[in-house]
């Protein structure tokens, strides 16, 4: 069953990465460089390609992808499983990877 609740949590996010992105276009001169780091997270069994969206949500804004770096996490706080389900005994993982995403503005 899809949790409609969730779904607009996840929708209200993009929607502020998105006006975040813009802002920083706007403030960025030509020809500079920006540099993000995610995570893709899991909700609802589902993977959130974080990096992808940023890639096409920063193009759409005038910015051009010079490329993506990953990363794997080796030690942090975070389990490293947990229950995104909310369901007893049911676990998957955390973020174990981070995408370092470069950006420049034309």
Known sequence: MVDKDRAKDVLSFYIDLNKALTQAYNILKPRKYFCLIVGNRTVKELVLKTDTIIC????????????ILYRNIPNKRMPLKNSPTNETGKTGSTILRESIILLRKI
């Open 56 to 67: 096409e949500l920063s193009e759409k804004i005038g910015f051009t992808q010079q490329g």
